[in-house]
């Protein structure tokens, strides 16, 4: 329900006394390669690791990131066994002629997905920044990366300094995107992305700022389409959207079982919205049009 869950506690009264304690893995199991610890997580520290080539292009192509429909774990685990695919810039090159031989694949799929990879190469610099799977980079700084430098050449081109300084993105995040622009490979990508048409510019609001233009909205709660969506459509509007709430923000858009984020909304005296307000909204109309004569 898109609700993070946490652990709260433990209960103890509950163990049998047959429990073993969990022993952490020291090997990929995709690629054999010695982990590495990175703080509470285990990481494979090999660049061309099949089962990270994986997770990158399902992140690559997810909804959210580059939404390239009819791209699922099936095709991209054929695509990257068979070596038509050694990074996510290679789904740019792919033709009629590699997909028709895989699996669970005729000429109508094919054509459709080759449809959906050339439709993502517009998708702007932010939902190319979220998809590229940058270490700690999630929607929101992708958002506020994109909005603050404009266009890719600007980002790959300045200090840690420089990014941490930018609302919502903070110094580990900051380090995170200098360090992910320094590797070469990394450029390289980039630039093989620039070459088949990736778009690398910030998608802008409308020249007269949109209509939920200044406005800053939170969301909580299962909504009736993915998050992610409906954020985007508050920003092609010209509204902002920040994971967290704070005294600037302006709406809180409540879906079903929201979190603590309605507590912390209420304490500030933030506005609660439906999703039903946040459409009328975004229409140019008012949250209780309902209830006009």
């Known amino acids: ?40 997580f285990l990481r494979c520290p090999n660049p061309k690791c099949p089962g990270q080539l994986k997770a990158m292009v399902r992140h690559f192509a997810r909804r959210g990131a580059m939404d390239i429909e009819g791209l699922g774990e099936v095709i991209i ?3 990257v ?30 054509a459709n997905l080759l449809s959906a990879i050339e439709e993502s190469k517009g998708r702007g610099l932010a939902r190319l920044l979220f998809a590229l799977g940058i270490l700690h980079v999630g929607e929101t700084a992708a958002e506020a990366l994109a909005s ?3 266009t890719i050449d600007r980002l790959w081109n300045a200090s840690a300094e420089e990014l941490e300084k930018v609302p919502n993105v903070g110094p580990v995040i900051g380090s995170s995107v200098a360090t992910y622009f320094r590797e070469p490979r990394n450029r390289e990508r980039i630039l093989r992305l620039r070459q088949a048409g990736v ?16 406005k800053t909205f939170v969301i909580t709660g299962t909504l009736s389409e993915p998050r992610e969506r409906v ?37 500030y005296g933030v506005a609660e919205i439906s999703e039903s307000e946040l459409e009328r909204l975004l229409v140019g109309g008012s949250m209780h049009d309902d209830d006009a004569p």
């Open 199 to 214: 778009s690398m510019e910030a998608k802008r609001p409308s020249e007269t700022g949109g209509i939920l233009h200044g």
């Open 1 to 40: 329900g898109e609700v993070i869950p946490a652990v709260v506690g433990v209960d103890p009264s509950a163990r049998t006394g047959r429990e073993q304690e969990i022993e952490a893995p020291r090997e990929c199991p995709a690629c054999g390669s010695l982990l590495r610890r990175e703080g509470i």
């Open 148 to 150: 603050h430098f404009g």
């Open 77 to 79: 685990n054929q695509l």
């Open 81 to 110: 066994d068979k070596g038509l695919v050694k990074d996510v810039a290679d789904l740019y090159q792919l033709s009629l002629a590699d997909l028709l031989p895989l699996e669970r694949m005729g000429e109508k799929s094919a």
């Open 231 to 267: 954020a985007e459509r508050i920003r092609e509007a010209g509204g902002k959207v920040s994971e967290s709430v704070s005294r600037k923000t302006n709406f809180l858009v409540v879906g079903k079982d929201p979190g603590s984020k309605q507590k912390q909304a209420r304490r």
